[in-house]
């Protein structure tokens, strides 16, 4: 628009103007001159735009053609993981199959799981050899076999001998009378023996894990290419080139066989015609290789790029052709153009000049709603320009005048939100300084938050011109609330969780402070949780859970919130109970009946009743509670002395329960200190065989307190399990440990003992376990196969998937575990034949009794016989008397571990043998 309208303005105008008539031919002369300057001028521009719209066209060709291929291979990848899953569920579905029936209930049960799979048109069970053995669709089973031709039984066969989810070439399968691409999964029995796999067809007509076929550009082709050069997948095929049998049996041209080994990139190759009668030209994006050997090839023809670059071109062609018209009647009327006078020309500039600078200050915020306000110098703000954007996010009429409408929109400012804009608006106008404020705004009865930015521009003859943007950030604004409440909900109970109730807990403080109110926090434990999730499994364990805290948010209904914070403990809060001490035992009293007669129905759960009673602590919160922290020890206090008094209770904390608070706080500094100072050791009771050989050792931690003496782990690791102390403790362990193993190393007798080390569920469960683990090896040299890591079945509960594979990566490095305690928790079998455990270890409360007790040695033999069964190792803890020992060895134990032996003692009083008596 400028370059048209500066020779009018610059030149022609004055020189042509009747003002000056003696000049009228020099003026004309000039006008020719212009108008020769600015032809060459627009035929350089429609030169330089050619070029910059075929260079933008040819790079936005590059970037379609790679986000085209990025697409496709992320949608391949899923895709193709979801379906290998999917495989290797079916697959162990059908290996559990009996003998008995088995090609039936096989064909059954793949019927049944391709009933909602889409794009599958039909799933098989094959032998090794390529036979089918079961299939959901009508086959000839004893006779059909995959065939032999473009090597579909030899992929297979390949895939037979190296076990491996495959992808095979497409082909066309007589009995669907379909072509389809095959896609495998190895079938193993329990014993690890290949029974061969589940194939899927997959209908190459009806597409193949591509997210957008139906937008696909034109004279685009997406094809998936296996690595020895032929198609697993064409779309769309040409119609000249439309038939399957030459797609999918040839490979791919030698020119794009020759770019599938270069770089990711774009790529330009000759292709054969569908016609074969020559070369074409086209464009390849060659994709990365993703896991299952298929690259992602983008195709377009360059004849495709050409067009687009021409049909960009239509407007600068159009443009020109204007220009050379304008020129033309330009020229001829240039007499009429000079004669208008030089004031009129330089007034028409300034005029001109104003609006564009007015509009280039609008556009600069594009493109959220744009607006400008005039704040005159009397006071009143009025809207001078709004932009389309700006009135729909007010839902301001398009008819309304724009001079209407900042009454309108100061009346939808949230109540809340209108004092603090006027204070920051007054503010930035007195200081001309930018404004930048987010508020809310109620538009047609729905509540808005909106960003706005503004500035102050130039000065008018009334006022200030203010330049500004508003941005509508509701949605932003709700996504980030719905965040947070996923972040504060505990997602078993639906209730809030220790993050949510720890913020909670502090506000209700603060408020106490601020207005002497008092508060009630009580902690609730469901009485013995663990052994109905042991008994039921943990669905409806979880479900329990989910019931329990529906029951107890009843209970505490409008006075405040319920939240799960661990496992079976709930914690209460009430901030405000009462500005009286006495007012909020009231309370608590009444909350507490309300819990108790809650928990009076037994809880239905999918398959069962059971009868759930609950353990209370209260505590009050007021204007000299400390902490969070203070305040929730002191209803867990509260909660384990009702547990202690044979649970099912209610107890308050009181000042004795603050004294043994108090002691209990004073032993974890002390440990922490002792921790951090080194000043624990390390004593090792022996595991010894039935000859009385010691073959290895079980690292148990000691502490010596320089004043109160011998203190027993019972107490102090109980304390380090409750702070992050107990991962500090484990390490130290585990380093001396390893440490102790490698001095062994020098004696020719106990080099060859193993080490078990205990370690707590807050070790198990750290990120960086298997890191350290392995960190503290390759650090001290010791043997990892002369390493074991006790774990007790509880550690299994809500995380077993993730403890188990971070088991076996360890096992990876040698490291052998021992399942510690076993018959005393979790004890599920499904569980502990996937464990890779060396050791069970029988808990001494069997051995304890046994000799007086027929159950509990029949429970032993039993415990012994699977432990054999699954090939492990049988170790008896507590041992004390040499019947015991003789009657565990009589039925078959391994190892023996017990005072009857050697009770834990230091590295210097560990013998190599012990015989009966107790001797060398």
Sequence with gaps: MSTGQQPHSSVSTKEASPILPNQSTFGTRSLRGVIVSVSWLIVAVFIITAIALWLRTTNQHERELAHLSELQAQTVISQLSIIERFLKTIGEDVATIPDENFVEMAAERLRKSTQYHLNVEGIALIDPHGRFLAADFDIDQENYTLPEENRILGDYLDMMNEPRFQIGRPYFFDPLQRWVIPLRQPVFNARGQLLGSVSVAYRIDDGFALATRDDLPADTQIALVRSDGYLTYLYPIDDEFNDPQTVYTQPVSAGLRALLSLPTGLYSYLRPSPSHDGLMSYSAYIGKPNPYAQTIVVLRSKRAVVQAWLSSMILPTSLLLFCVVVLFYAYRNAQRIIDTSEQEIETRQKALMNSLTRYSQLTAMMPAGVYQVLITFAGPRQFVFLSERARGIFALPANLPVTQAMEKVVGMIHPEDLNRFIELEEKAVANSQPLQWEGRFFVEGEEKCIVIHSRPGSTEENGILWHGVMVDVTEQRRATRQLDELTNLDTVTSLPNRTFLHQ?????????????????????????????????????????????????????????????????????????????????????????????????????????????????????????????????????????????????????????????????????????????????????????????????????????????????????????????????????????????????????????????????????????????????????????????????????????????????????????????????????????????????????????????????????????????????????????????????????????????????????????????????
């Design 504 to 920: 909670r807990v502090y506000e209700a403080i603060n408020e106490a402070r601020r207005s002497h109110c008092v508060g009630l926090v009580l902690s609730v434990d469901l009485d013995n949780f663990k052994l109905l999730n042991d008994s039921v499994g943990q669905i409806e364990g979880d479900y329990a859970l989910y019931l329990a805290g529906e029951r107890l948010a009843h209970a505490v209904d409008e006075h405040g919130i319920a939240a799960r914070i661990l496992a079976d403990e709930f914690v209460l809060l009430v901030a405000n109970a009462g500005t009286t001490e006495k007012g909020a035992f009231e309370l608590a009293n009444r909350i507490v009946e309300h819990i108790q007669s809650a928990f009076v129905e037994p809880l239905q759960l999918h398959h069962d009743q059971y009868q759930m009673t609950v353990s209370i602590g209260v505590a009050t919160l007021s204007a000299v509670t400390q902490s969070v922290e203070q305040v929730l020890q002191q209803a867990d206090q509260a909660m384990y002395e009702a547990k202690s008094q044979g649970r099912n209770l209610a107890i308050f904390f009181d000042a004795e329960m603050e004294q043994r608070l108090q002691a209990r706080l004073e032993l974890q500094r002390e440990l922490h200190r002792a921790i951090l100072a080194e000043e624990l050791e390390l004593h090792y009771q022996p595991k010894v065989n039935i000859k009385g050989e010691v073959v290895g050792v079980e690292a148990l931690t000691r502490w010596v307190h320089p004043i109160r003496g011998m203190i027993s782990p019972v107490d102090f690791i109980a304390i380090a399990e409750q702070s992050a102390d107990i991962l500090i403790l484990g390490r130290w362990v585990l380093r001396s440990a390893c440490q102790q193993l490698v001095e062994w190393q020098k004696d020719p007798v106990r080099k060859s003992w193993t080490m078990a080390v205990n370690v707590s569920v807050k070790q198990l469960r750290e990120a960086s376990f298997v890191t350290s683990v392995k960190e503290i090896l390759e650090s001290t040299g010791a043997p990892a196969s002369q390493l074991f890591i006790e774990i007790t079945e509880s550690m299994l509960l809500g995380q077993a998937e993730t403890a188990i594979g971070k088991m076996s990566q360890l096992k990876q490095l040698g490291v052998r575990f021992a399942l510690d305690d076993f018959g005393t928790g979790y004890s599920n079998l499904n569980y502990l034949y996937r464990l890779p455990i060396d050791q069970l270890k029988i808990d001494q409360s069997f051995v304890m009794n046994m000799d007086k007790n027929q159950t509990q040695q029949q429970i032993i033999t039993s415990i012994i016989a699977l432990g054999h069964a699954l090939k492990l190792q049988v170790v008896a803890e507590g041992v004390e008397t040499l019947a015991q020992s003789q009657a565990l060895h009589d039925h078959g134990c391994d190892l023996f571990q017990g005072f009857y032996f050697s009770p834990a003692v230091r590295p210097s009083a560990l013998r190599t043998s012990y015989n009966p008596a107790g001797e060398i």
